[in-house]
């Protein structure tokens, strides 16, 4: 008489339960990000990442319905991700200093390889997925400005000075930006972390202007 087969244990795939979902989203985003990173946009598949996920395709299609949207919320948690580690501005510093550690603390983040590669893999897709790549630089710009606005002491984004909006609107685009972009095109990392310091300075000083207009230079003049 042939010996029983051992019984397979099957891992049930489908969606999961109400209070397994932040995991199993989590799961979802991190086998994503490896895979975009290694293997960027055009090879990476949704079935590939259900695959890796261990995640039934149904339920990976429930929540992201193309490979854009998945790729979307990757790219929108890894820029989160790196305002959330980014250190908080000491108190008790003028706003030219405090706009000085934004503004390194920002290029540091920036020039993270993580945030490097997806710039590169969004610029490199955005004649195919427009509205993605605007959405990334979206995000991206709009964290940045809200950062420098926190680290100016701003408690009430939506009710923050308009002139000191405008002043954080302008140096992400003067201070932090630049080095961003050349990141993104190949230049050494290592020489712009160098540069960055100066750089923040640079702009510092071409918005002393701005900055003597703000609401909190003039209270504490």
Sequence with gaps: MPAACPEKSYRRRGRPPASQAGQFDERILQVATSLFLDRGFGRTT???VAQHAEVGKSSLYARY????????????????????????????????????????ALIEGMLHPRCVAFMRI???????????????????????????????GAANLDAADPGLITLAQRFVEVAVQPLSFQAAFGVDVALLRLRASQCVHDAVELLQEKIAMTNWAQSRT
């Design 46 to 48: 949704l079935d590939l």
């Design 65 to 104: 319905p193309s490979k854009g949207a998945l790729f979307a919320a990757v790219v929108s948690r890894s820029i989160q991700t790196m305002f959330d580690h980014l250190a908080p501005v000491p108190q008790g510093l003028s706003l030219v200093q405090r706009l000085q550690a934004v503004g390194e």
């Design 122 to 152: 969004t610029a490199a897709e955005a004649d195919n997925f427009p509205n993605l790549a605007l959405m990334a630089y979206q995000v991206s710009f709009d964290g940045s400005v809200s950062y420098v606005l926190k680290g100016l």
